[in-house]
């Protein structure tokens, strides 16, 4: 097996279970139901700005599930789907701003804007499809979910995107895939 | 801030829910949550919350630990139980108090879907109560085998995810370490403005990576050097043994599915 490959792999777990450990430092209040604002999201877009963003889908799937079955919560099968797996693996797809192109603090905000995006649209439409299910008919279901939603994640957005920044000025090597000591950088 | 975290929620104890095969708790958990839906009586509401209670009765977990599992959505429950009572009008007035009309089908409506919403917490939790995520893990590559036929990374996947959860207590004490060690020099985690605490927080941040990632480096060529070369041809330390309880629960859960709809109106 390719040496790199294994090494991306290797990183994508190890950054998924700080993903997890990240998630329990908690910044202020925590919201009343179920979102809190944390740091999960930092592994995951330094695994999609150093090694693309495939393998920060991988590591924000794997963050996803780990937090599903350590004390997620499950009232619909599609919001299981939606509020876990989906919404963290998509955070990866910011990478697509970043991978392979010089680190600017720009790109790291479209990236982090992409993600988060995303990420927002996923736990918006499963507000959508499960509280649809469950509040009355004439509850405007979507703008409930839109505000909730958005409540912790732009502040979320804001301290990761912070943390981000920091990261870039102090210690740029986290974004460079040819950062890690002993690979060989001849296969770049 | 880090003694309060215990990983997962994982109780060992010695019960026939604890002992079934977790690909069978995995297929008759996912069965369960969408059989749920079809409840809509007083009648198969009830089956499904007697046939919930049979099933905590026998993972012998104590309910205090399901109660815990509530806390993040009480709030959530209580709410939609009140927009039902104060916003459904259907069926008959029950009283009335100014703007305030709460009618029977409202509190119907409320309770139905409260309780489902409880049905599924709770025995969602009894997965995470009676199985250790590593097998939950060894559960869900076995079931998605059939998956590598459509190119999906199953193997790498599950052993990823096996990786993580190893390194999880790991990465824990490190990020102890450093917290105390930052916490030492004057570093603070808890306190001040969030400006301050968001700065506080990077200099955790910076050696927690580069370990991290020279462990995963580490790893590699450890792996690589003890011959790791993907999932072909690989033998697991960890068997499954599917058993006759575990077609059991299955069918329990077909028959369960039956009575549901037979007694829905």
């Given at each position: ?82 509020d876990y797996p989906l919404a963290y693996a998509v955070l990866g797809i910011g990478g697509l701003a970043v991978f392979h192109k010089p680190i600017t603090t720009g790109r ?81 | ?265």
């Amino acid at each position: 097996m390719e040496r790199n490959k294994l090494i991306t792999m290797i990183e994508i777990a190890i950054m998924a279970g700080l993903s997890f450990i990240l998630s329990k430092v908690e910044f202020g209040a925590l919201w009343a139901f179920g979102g809190s604002i944390s740091l999960i999201m930092v592994p995951i877009f330094v695994m999609a700005f150093r090694r693309g963003w495939q393998a920060g889908l991988v590591t924000g799937l794997l963050a996803g599930i780990i937090s599903l079955l350590t004390g997620g919560y499950v009232v619909h099968p599609v919001q299981l789907v939606l509020d876990y797996p989906l919404a963290y693996a998509v955070l990866g797809i910011g990478g697509l701003a970043v991978f392979h192109k010089p680190i600017t603090t720009g790109r790291i905000f479209t990236g982090l804007l992409l993600g988060t995006s995303l990420r927002l649209a996923c736990h918006f439409m499963s507000g959508i499809i499960w509280f649809g299910s469950a509040a009355p008919k004439e509850m405007p279901v979507a703008v409930y979910s839109f505000l909730y939603n958005i409540s912790y994640l732009l502040p979320e957005m804001l301290i990761t995107a912070a943390i981000l920044v920091f990261l870039k000025k102090t210690a740029p090597s986290f974004y460079k895939q040819s950062a890690s000591i002993g690979s060989s950088s001849a296969s770049y | 801030m880090m003694e309060k975290m215990i990983f997962g929620r994982y109780l060992p104890l010695q019960s026939v829910v604890h002992r079934l095969d977790p690909r069978a708790k995995l297929l008759f958990i996912f069965g369960f949550v969408i059989v749920v839906f079809l409840a809509n009586n007083a009648l198969s509401y009830g089956l499904l919350a007697v046939f919930t209670l049979v099933f905590i009765y026998l993972s012998k977990i104590n309910v205090r630990f399901l109660l815990a599992g509530l806390k993040p959505v009480i709030w959530l429950i209580a709410f939609t139980f009140l927009l039902h009572i104060f916003l459904t009008r259907e069926g008959d007035l029950l009283f009335e108090a100014g703007f305030l009309k709460v009618y029977e089908g409202g509190v119907r409506q409320g309770a139905f879907i409260s309780l489902r919403f409880l049905l599924l917490i709770f025995v969602t939790s009894l997965l995470t109560l009676t199985t250790s995520p590593i097998s939950i893990t060894d559960g869900l590559e076995s079931l998605l085998k059939p998956f590598k036929k459509l190119k999906l990374p199953v193997h790498e996947l599950a052993l990823m995810m096996s990786i993580s959860l190893r390194f999880i207590p790991t990465l824990m004490d490190e990020t102890d370490k450093i917290m105390k060690a930052q916490m030492a020099r004057g570093a603070d985690f808890s306190s001040g403005p969030i400006k301050e605490r968001v700065k506080a927080v990077v200099p955790l941040l910076i050696p927690l990576f580069v370990s991290a990632f020279k462990r995963a480096e580490e790893l590699a060529v450890a792996m690589e050097a003890r011959g790791y070369k993907g999932g072909e041809g690989r033998t697991k330390y960890r068997l499954l043994h599917w058993q006759g309880r575990d077609t059991a629960a299955l069918i329990i859960l077909v028959v369960l599915a039956a009575l549901l709809w037979w007694t829905r109106s």
